[in-house]
């Protein structure tokens, strides 16, 4: 059974702070990997996608890696503002197109 | 482009009342899911359907029941609600390309069982 672990569970920076969010699986045979954002009270908007045959992704300040080896991925975030402040999700698909995720990281990023 | 739509947005049910969610996408995906999510619990699969016509149960179906209408409509029974069922419920759909699948979410149905 695939289980996708998130750490930290919560995290809170001053803004202007790079910060890095992991996410790691418990069997790599992953379709691809995708990062969610969540506000409260909202729905899930997609940040990245990384595909099984890729190392990472990037678009604007957030960097998505992948090792599908090592069952590890990581969001890197630069210089982070009161904006992103967020709960991120990270979710694996794989066998059956299905889609396993992890419990979240809830970000705070003060001014 | 509206995605994927839910409705409603909010319901509060007495125990013991059931009542349907209703998820639509216009993305022509052949995949969809129904997931809750809990406090600190990431979100859980209650049910999803690979294609028109097929179910299948997922990490936490007890207490739940699924249609798959059409492509475009999954829908999401409780037919004996319990306080336990409390929760947010999402719908999400996917296609698989052959290189890649995305999923896409609905904004979520907040429960609350009485």
Known sequence: ?111 | NAGVTQTPKFQVLKTGQSMTLQCAQDMNHNSMYWYRQDPGMGLRLIYYSASEGTTDKGEVPNGYNVSRLNKREFSLRLESAAPSQTSVYFCASSEWTGMNTEAFFGQGTRLTVV
């Open chain 1, 1 to 111: 059974k695939q289980e996708v672990t998130q750490i930290p569970a919560a995290l809170s920076v001053p803004e202007g702070e790079n910060l890095v969010l992991n996410c790691s699986f418990t069997d790599s045979a992953i379709y691809n990997l995708q990062w969610f954002r969540q506000d409260p009270g909202k729905g899930l908007t997609s940040l990245l996608l990384i595909q099984s045959s890729q190392r990472e992704q990037t678009s604007g300040r957030l960097n998505a890696s992948l090792d599908k080896s090592s069952g590890r991925s990581t969001l890197y975030i630069a210089a982070s503002q009161p904006g992103d402040s967020a709960t991120y999700l990270c979710a694996v698909t794989h066998a059956g197109n299905m889609l396993t995720f992890g419990g979240g990281t809830r970000l705070m990023v003060k001014p």
